[in-house]
């Protein structure tokens, strides 16, 4: 049982570029973010998915784009990557949302460590 | 919102117990305590939560003041592994959608 996986780990960009990250589940969860964790940070929550085919903005979205076209994947992108976008990037899902009054647990991967030159 | 208020870092000998505190003072009566754990480059981990009653699992306790306006994680003989960061989260409501917003918890070290 994989879990929550993060494609690639790793990526240097160059200011402009673009790309997208995979996160992939397999314990069919409803619930999908993706956070962004800065040297001596908390993490950031960036967007967020309740279900397939919707997203919503969280704290940190601007420079970034999502997409939940299946049940099991969130992508997050990058249209014109800046050096400010070097972070850590962590996907974690939830079976139901980890809000109040809720015992959701979060999965998270691996994380992808992105350097923007 | 609750807000929390965790020590920074915090140092522990090797199989001695460890008592993490968590300030959370405006937490709602509904709100569940969570407390989740990041290793050295790793993603976080959930460790435990609870609502009012202390709560045990294999990593830890849980232990939640009567007034549930603070809570102590409680590492009962720390190990190497156990060196983290470990984050003490009341859920926050934003843009109208409830999840978890991690602060930048407190640092454990423990020493060999």
């Known amino acids: 049982n994989a879990g929550v996986t993060q494609t690639p780990k790793f990526r240097v960009l160059k200011t402009g570029q673009s790309m997208t990250l995979l996160c992939a589940q397999d314990m069919n969860h409803e619930y999908m973010y993706w956070y962004r964790q800065d040297p001596g940070m908390g993490l950031r929550l960036i967007h967020y998915?309740?279900?397939?085919?919707?997203?919503a903005k969280g704290e940190v979205p601007d420079g970034y784009n999502v997409s939940r076209l299946k049940k099991q994947n969130f992508l997050l992108g990058l249209e014109s990557a800046a050096p400010s976008q070097t972070s850590v990037y962590f996907c974690?899902?939830?079976?139901?949302?980890?809000?109040?009054?809720?015992?959701?647990?979060?999965?998270f991967g691996e994380g992808s460590r992105l350097t923007v030159l | 919102d609750a807000k929390t208020t965790q020590p920074n870092s915090m140092e522990s000998n090797e199989e001695e117990p460890v008592h993490l505190p968590c300030n959370h003072s405006?937490?709602?009566?509904?709100?569940?305590i969570h407390w989740y754990r990041q290793l050295p480059s790793q993603g976080p981990e959930y460790v435990i939560h609870g609502l009012t009653s202390n709560v045990n699992n294999r990593m830890a306790s849980l232990a939640i003041a009567e007034d549930r306006k603070s809570s102590t994680l409680i590492l009962h003989r720390a190990t190497l592994r156990d060196a983290a960061v470990y984050y003490c989260i009341p859920p926050q409501t934003q843009g109208g959608s409830e999840k978890l917003v991690f602060g930048k918890g407190t640092k454990l070290t423990v020493n060999p």
């Open positions: 998915s309740v279900g397939e085919g919707t997203t």
């Open positions: 974690a899902s939830s079976r139901i949302p980890p809000g109040r009054g809720s015992t959701g647990e979060l999965f």
């Open positions: 405006t937490i709602s009566g509904t709100d569940y």
